[in-house]
């Protein structure tokens, strides 16, 4: 027979879950109190990975979470009394001095948008009161009343006297639970930020791995290659400080970008080509199969959306925007000697595109090119987008991976591959990177990736090649002399032979 007893003494010493702050709130907790993850994990006993699960969403249980819960008021309170404190000491200085910065700036090298705040408010860059608003957004125009870190220094800029303590910035709702907006930093024209200096990141984690594996080289590189979604999500970090815009890493995501069923895909087509000539001319022929280098590295460079996607309706393009858009494609009547640029789709009708695609037909259909009509589009979710996002992020991987090469450091190269490759592969539903939760970027890199391609098909047509074949990111056959077309080399920009053939017979026959 059941034991009530026991029952009832389980039921009293139950304890309910102790609260705990919205998720997109425990990071900025932390980083105001200058508190490192892996600080906090030592601190709780846990890996720092775990304490970035709990920040993106996930939830702590047992004695744990009231550690958690406990250090997460602490900084609360914290924070609270030290921006009470310093607004006090500092509110009537910075009132004076930003209305005199105002008329001895003379707002001659500032955007229009900039206006003197009748009473002080938080900077979005540093947390400290400014005096002007920057198109709507409160900031200091002077980097020497700002709390940021300057180019070259380790600690933020700020007047004479002890440093304010550091004030995390607002942040908008999580997008798993929500519907947020970018979160923009404004930085006036003439005043722009510059980032410090990017450390060497790649180089001191091979060199790290080396000593730590007796120079084992394959057990250095297989380390390495282990961990090179966390050290890519570092690099980037290092990459963006200073930058102009901050990023929505965990937006709420539209049905199409989600997946149909666990083991399905998203409605999103990537115009991933698979194609090959119908025919050749009769004949013998020597075909040179080639590969285009980093295929997915030069693929950074595209436009990608910074906040929460909208929804839209309409045939009309703004490039200003990114995103995704269900298009009707264009019909391709260039198949005997260029591949569709929406690759090989049986089904007719409309389909979801990502951006990369959509400017790709955009401007082969225009007067320059006229390959095809202009798609035709029906919806798009988008948001306001920038080309160069990922562009310093991708220089640092270029740029480590050009000394791999002529120093013949495979150890450094495999790294570099696997850095910006499952830097990509992850940015979708994956449990190895939750740092950054974008599908609609996965998506549009890998299509850019497939967009680079055709136009290389483009320009070998152009030149008088005559293409043969092209599939995926990086491959591409070709007749004739590709060599006055190509660079040859194991640059971003160069491409190597992968293979020689020969098809055909020399007779007639």
């Not at 800029?157 to 995390?168: L, S």
């Not at 007067?367 to 948001?383: A, F, N, Q, R, V």
């Not at 080309?387 to 790294?415: C, H, N, S, W």
Request: proline share 7%.
């Amino acid at each position: 027979m059941t034991d009530f007893g026991a029952i009832d003494a389980l039921l009293a010493g139950a304890k309910k879950n102790v609260p705990l702050p919205a998720a997109e709130e425990r990071r900025s907790l932390r980083e105001g109190t200058a508190v490192s993850r892996a600080q906090l994990a030592r601190a709780l006993g846990v890996s720092p990975s775990t304490v970035g699960g709990w920040e993106s969403g996930r939830e702590p249980s047992g004695e744990v979470r009231e550690k958690y819960a406990y250090f997460l008021e602490g900084a609360r309170t914290r924070l609270a009394a030290d921006t009470a404190e310093s607004t006090a000491d500092t509110a009537t200085a910075h009132t004076a001095s930003a209305h005199t910065d105002a008329e001895s700036a003379g707002r001659g090298d500032y955007d229009d948008d900039v206006d003197v705040l009748p009473a002080p408010r938080p900077c979005v860059l540093c947390g400290q009161p400014a005096g002007f608003q920057v198109a709507g957004f409160p900031q200091h125009l002077d980097h020497a009343q700002c709390g940021v870190v300057q180019p070259g220094t380790t600690e933020p800029a700020t007047p004479e006297g002890p440093a304010p303590h550091k004030v995390p910035r607002r942040q908008e709702p999580s997008g798993r639970q929500g519907h947020p907006g970018p979160r923009i930093r404004v930085v006036p024209v003439g005043r722009r930020m510059h980032p410090a200096d990017t450390p060497d990141l790649i180089g001191t984690a091979v060199e790290a791995a080396l000593a730590e594996h007796s120079g084992d080289v394959e057990a250095a590189t297989k380390a390495l290659v282990k961990r090179a979604i966390p050290d890519a999500m570092a690099l980037l970090d290092h990459t963006r400080q200073g930058g102009r815009y901050d990023v929505v890493a965990h937006p709420w995501l539209p049905d199409v970008l989600r997946k149909q069923s666990s083991r399905g895909a998203d409605q999103i087509w990537e115009a991933r080509p698979k194609w090959a000539r119908p025919e050749l001319p009769q004949g013998e022929h020597q075909i040179t199969a080639l590969d285009v280098n980093g295929a997915y590295l030069s693929a950074l460079k595209t436009h990608l959306p910074l906040g929460q996607l909208e929804h839209s309706t309409g045939d009309h393009h703004d490039r200003r925007r990114a995103g995704v858009h269900l298009i009707t494609p264009p019909d391709w009547d260039h198949e005997t000697y260029l591949p569709n640029p929406i690759g090989n789709r049986d089904e007719p009708g409309p389909l979801w595109v990502t951006e990369s695609t959509l400017r790709l037909l955009l401007r082969i259909s225009s007067p320059k090119y006229g390959l095809c009509d202009p798609p035709e589009i029906h919806e798009s979710w988008t948001s306001g987008a920038t080309e160069g996002l990922l562009e310093k992020f991708r220089i640092a991987l270029k740029d480590a991976r050009d000394r791999a090469i002529a120093a013949d450091d495979e150890v450094t190269l495999e790294y570099v591959k696997a850095m910006y490759s499952k830097f990509v592969s992850t940015l979708g539903e994956s449990n190895y990177n939750r740092e950054l939760y974008r599908t609609d970027w996965m998506h549009l890199i890998r299509s850019q990736a497939f967009a680079n391609l055709w136009w290389k098909a483009h320009r070998a047509y152009d030149e008088g090649l005559m293409v043969v074949h092209a599939m995926g990111t990086d491959e591409l056959h070709v007749i004739g002399d590709w060599r006055a077309v190509f660079p040859e080399g194991r640059g971003v920009t160069e491409v190597k032979v992968k293979d020689v053939y020969t098809v055909g017979t020399a007779t007639a026959d």
